[in-house]
């Protein structure tokens, strides 16, 4: 036994009419498919809401989306490991073991003394602007 389109809630909210009363292919696969569950016949029957039919032209169908390029990915993880290196960077001079140091001008943060790991391997004495860039590398203390 097949539902009373009339009174479904499909019908009776009216957000489907625009598709429903299309002259389209588009249109006309609609019907069809309610059809099959509800008390109409065919692709071709008239609205039980009395919405006239539109003659509106098939829609183009949305571009399809295409895959990244091999370069797009390239770049894609070159940025993530850059936003990666930066966190680490940050991360590592908020820490309670930073040591700065200002040579030339520059100022150097190190995990703990320079260079000079801990004995309890809290800190690993690394220049943390070069071990920061380096994949696989992380924080003795699990920070990054």
Do not use: N
């Not at 696969?29 to 006239?52: H, K």
């Amino acid at each position: 036994m097949k539902l009373k389109l009339l009174t479904s809630a499909l019908c009776r909210s009216r957000a489907h009419c625009m598709t429903c009363r299309e002259l389209s292919d588009r249109g006309k696969q609609f019907r069809a498919s309610i059809s099959d569950v509800y008390d109409v016949e065919g692709d071709d029957w008239l609205c039980p809401q009395g919405v006239d039919w539109i003659a509106a032209p098939d829609r183009p169908e949305p571009p399809k989306r295409q895959p990244p390029t091999a370069e797009q990915v390239a770049e894609a993880e070159a940025l993530a490991a850059e936003q990666a290196q930066h966190r680490a960077i940050d991360i590592c001079r908020a820490c309670e073991h930073a040591r700065s140091v200002k040579a030339l001008g520059v100022t150097l943060t190190f995990c703990g003394s320079p260079l000079w790991p801990s004995s309890d391997h809290k800190t690993c004495g690394c220049l943390m602007d070069v071990k920061a860039r380096i994949p696989g590398m992380s924080c003795p203390q699990g920070k990054w």
